[in-house]
C-alpha cells in the first residue's frame, strides 16, 4: 500500500521569508501524481502545485515551487515570499495513475504558521 | 458554479443513530470519493465509485454504506453511528483517471455523542 509521510507537524516562518515543508512517499508504481493541498481555517482543500512523476522537471507555480526526487521519493514544497494567507494545514497527497484523481492517499499534514 | 456540495455543513448524533450525509456535484463528473479527516491524521478514503451503480472500498470502510445511483450524487450512509466515527467528513469528485485534480466539497462536521 502507498504511504505518505510528513515529518514536521508543525512549522512557522516570518513573513516575506521562504519556507520548506517535507514528504516522503511509498510505493512500487512508476507512474503517479503527487499533490499539495492547502487547508485553512475554513476546511476546504485548496490544490496548490501538482506534479507527474513522469515529468523531471520540477513543478511551479507562482510563489510555490516542489523539489521532486524521484528516486529517493522525496516531494517537498517550498513557498518563496510568505504571506499571512499562507497560514494553514499543508497536506502532501499522492495518486496513482491507475486510479481515479479522487482516489489520494494524504499525509498526516504540516500546520505552517506565518509570523508578521 | 456549484462544484461538489455538502449537506449538511454541521450534524450531532447520539450513538446508535443512523444518518446520510449527502454530496452532488454539478461537474457531470464519473469518479466519486468519500474521507473522513480525524485530528493527526489526515484524510482516509472511506468508500469511492467510478461510475453510477459501481461502488469499492477504500482504507476506511467499516460502519458506512455507500450507493451510486445517479451521476450527480454520492451519499455516505452510517447504519448505527458510533464515537469513533466522530470526524469531518469530505467528498470529492473528479474526471476519472487522466491528469486532472479532484474537487471537494465543503465537508461536514459529525459529532457523536
Known amino acids: 500500500a502507498q504511504t505518505v509521510t510528513q515529518s514536521q507537524p508543525e512549522m512557522s516562518v516570518q513573513e516575506a521569508e521562504t519556507v520548506t515543508l517535507s514528504c516522503t512517499y511509498d510505493?512500487?508504481?512508476?507512474?503517479?501524481?503527487l499533490f499539495w493541498y492547502k487547508q485553512p481555517p475554513s476546511r476546504q482543500m485548496i490544490l496548490v502545485i501538482r506534479?507527474?512523476?513522469?515529468?523531471?522537471q520540477n513543478a511551479t507555480e507562482n510563489r510555490f515551487s516542489v523539489n521532486f526526487q524521484k528516486a529517493a521519493k522525496s516531494f517537498s514544497l517550498k513557498i518563496s515570499d510568505s504571506q499571512l494567507g499562507d497560514a494553514a494545514m499543508y497536506f502532501c497527497?499522492?495518486?496513482?495513475?491507475?486510479?481515479?484523481?479522487?482516489?489520494?492517499?494524504f499525509g498526516t499534514g504540516t500546520r505552517l504558521t506565518v509570523i508578521p | 458554479n456549484a462544484g461538489v456540495t455538502q449537506t449538511p455543513k454541521f450534524q450531532v448524533l447520539k450513538t446508535g443513530q443512523s444518518m446520510t450525509l449527502q454530496c452532488a456535484q454539478d461537474?457531470?463528473?464519473?469518479?466519486m470519493s468519500w474521507y473522513r479527516q480525524d485530528p493527526g491524521m489526515g484524510l482516509r478514503l472511506i468508500h469511492y465509485?467510478?461510475?453510477?451503480?459501481?461502488?469499492d472500498q477504500g482504507e476506511v470502510p467499516n460502519g458506512y454504506n455507500v450507493s451510486r445511483s445517479t451521476t450527480e450524487d454520492f451519499p455516505l450512509r452510517l447504519l448505527s453511528a458510533a464515537p469513533s466515527q466522530t470526524s469531518v467528513y469530505f467528498c470529492?469528485?473528479?474526471?476519472?483517471?487522466?491528469?486532472?485534480?479532484?474537487?471537494f466539497g465543503q465537508g461536514t462536521r459529525l459529532t457523536v455523542v
Open positions: 510505493t512500487s508504481e512508476s507512474d503517479y501524481y
Open positions: 465509485s467510478v461510475g453510477a451503480g459501481i461502488t
Open positions: 470529492a469528485s473528479s474526471r476519472g483517471t487522466a491528469n486532472t485534480e479532484a474537487f
Open positions: 506534479q507527474e512523476a513522469y515529468k523531471q
Open positions: 497527497a499522492y495518486r496513482s495513475a491507475k486510479t481515479g484523481a479522487n482516489n489520494l492517499f
Open positions: 461537474m457531470n463528473h464519473e469518479y
